[in-house]
């Protein structure tokens, strides 16, 4: 099973942010684990 650290959540939490600024918001948030975990670990999922 994957796990995120502490710097897995940083790293989600930019990319949740960049995501929702490309689309003129705060914020995309990732709600799946399999995207949350891609996102935390630099994949783009999308």
């Known amino acids: 099973m994957d796990f995120l650290d502490w710097d897995n959540w940083h790293a ?3 990319a949740e942010h960049a995501a929702g600024e490309a689309e003129g918001r705060e914020r ?3 709600v ?3 995207e949350m975990v891609a ?3 630099g994949a ?3």
């Open 44 to 46: 783009k999922g999308e």
């Open 39 to 41: 996102h935390s670990k």
């Open 12 to 14: 989600l939490d930019a």
């Open 32 to 34: 799946e684990w399999d």
């Open 28 to 30: 995309k948030k990732y």
